[in-house]
């Protein structure tokens, strides 16, 4: 990769990371007052809310949120189904290498869903544009 497409890659995959992890941090946030966390509560009470914050993985949040507003009568599905995508991509920018190809695309090898399928694909298919 020539220097000047590894800086537009590097550009494209931080910017995604950035914003996802602001993403993360809002559904951290959601979580916290769906379940009454406050930080005016005892300290021990902070830091078990806090831990169970922690150890629940992003998609885990997602289906208690989705829970608790649906017995609220609020349907989200749409955004869920939006951020579990987001979600998907940003599996593949972390754990997968990217390269430009073909007139400035950048591709990478990643997994499909199906174990053992391996393929190239450029990021805008990944991320469905």
Not at 31 to 53: E, K, M, R
Not at 95 to 122: K, M, N, Q, S, W
Request: charged share 25%.
């Amino acid at each position: 990769m020539n220097p000047l497409s590894q800086n537009k890659a590097w550009s494209y995959v931080g910017r995604f990371i950035t914003n996802f992890a602001m993403i993360e941090n809002k559904v951290n946030e959601l979580f916290h007052a769906l379940l009454c966390i406050s930080y005016n509560q005892p300290a021990g009470a902070v830091a078990v809310d806090t831990w169970i914050t922690m150890i629940l993985d992003l998609r885990k949040k997602l289906e208690l949120i989705d829970i608790i507003l649906q017995r609220r009568g609020v349907d989200e599905s749409k955004t869920f189904k939006r951020v579990h995508e987001l979600h998907d991509l940003r599996n593949v920018i972390s754990h997968f290498p990217f390269e430009e190809e073909f007139e400035g695309e950048l591709h990478c090898d990643y997994l499909y869903r199906v174990p053992l399928i391996r393929t190239r694909a450029p990021i805008g298919a990944i991320r469905g544009t």
